[in-house]
């Protein structure tokens, strides 16, 4: 089944303990971004990537980090989470030379930095 | 720089009851539109696009029209159900083609379908 998979769905930690997300995409795209979703403020770009080795900061890359060293894992590093990066995240994939426009996304990882 | 606007609810209505939900841009050029709906608890998924003016895009009974003179992609049902209820989001790229590398959402907006 044509998927993309976040780990941890749910997660809870504390100021300045280094988390990672997950993110891995069984279709062999060659684009993948992280977004979040925060209420009233809809869907914001943190990182992307258009391939092995090439990531690019999205709108609010502030305090994030991102890998891509395979074409179907990146991983979102958060080095020192602090309370606003409290938020729903979503990994997303897409065919990026057929630009059909469709991007797959995964079921999100949600959050909460006490 | 490219935005797309949309009323973000919650949009309450009956079952059966006809649906719009309002969505306008602004871009240079002529960008791709789309329409991605998030069900609870899930991610976003594709629902119909249009990659030119006067294009419809349909799907699930839902529909869009690309109107480039009103600079408007307008969401309608005609009669919707209870599973409908979810989040859509509006978006465009700028992209040839439409690739979804530059893709600009909306802030979303919330039905909510009663029985």
């Known amino acids: 089944e044509a998927q993309v998979t976040q780990n941890p769905r749910y997660l809870i930690t504390v100021t300045g303990k280094k988390l990672t997300v997950t993110c891995s995409q069984n279709m062999n795209h060659e684009y993948m971004s992280w977004y979040r979703q925060d209420p009233g403020l809809g869907l914001r770009q943190i990182y992307y990537?258009?391939?092995?080795?090439?990531?690019d900061k999205g709108d609010v890359p502030e305090g994030y980090k991102v890998s891509r060293k395979e074409k179907r894992n990146f991983p979102l590093i958060l080095e020192s989470p602090s309370p606003n990066q409290t938020s729903l995240y979503f990994c997303?994939?897409?065919?990026?030379?057929?630009?059909?426009?469709?991007?797959?996304f995964g079921e999100g990882s949600r959050l909460t930095v006490l | 720089g490219n935005s797309v606007t949309q009323m973000e609810g919650p949009v309450t209505l009956s079952e059966e009851a006809f649906l719009t939900i309002n969505c306008t841009y602004t871009?240079?050029?002529?960008?791709?539109l789309f329409w991605y709906v998030q069900y609870p608890g899930e991610g976003l998924q594709l629902l119909l696009k249009?990659?030119?003016?006067?294009d419809k895009g349909s799907n699930k009974g839902f529909e869009a029209t690309y109107r480039k003179e009103t600079t408007s992609f307008h969401l309608e049902k005609g009669s919707v159900q209870v599973s409908d209820s979810a989040v859509y989001f509006c978006?465009?790229?700028?992209?040839?083609?439409?690739?979804?590398?530059?893709?600009?959402f909306g802030k979303g907006t919330h039905l909510i379908i009663q029985p």
């Open positions: 978006a465009l790229s700028d992209r040839p083609g439409g690739g979804a590398d530059g893709l600009t």
């Open positions: 990537s258009m391939n092995v080795e090439v990531t």
């Open positions: 997303a994939s897409s065919l990026y030379r057929v630009n059909t426009g469709e991007l797959f």
């Open positions: 871009a240079t050029g002529y960008p791709s």
């Open positions: 249009a990659t030119k003016a006067d």
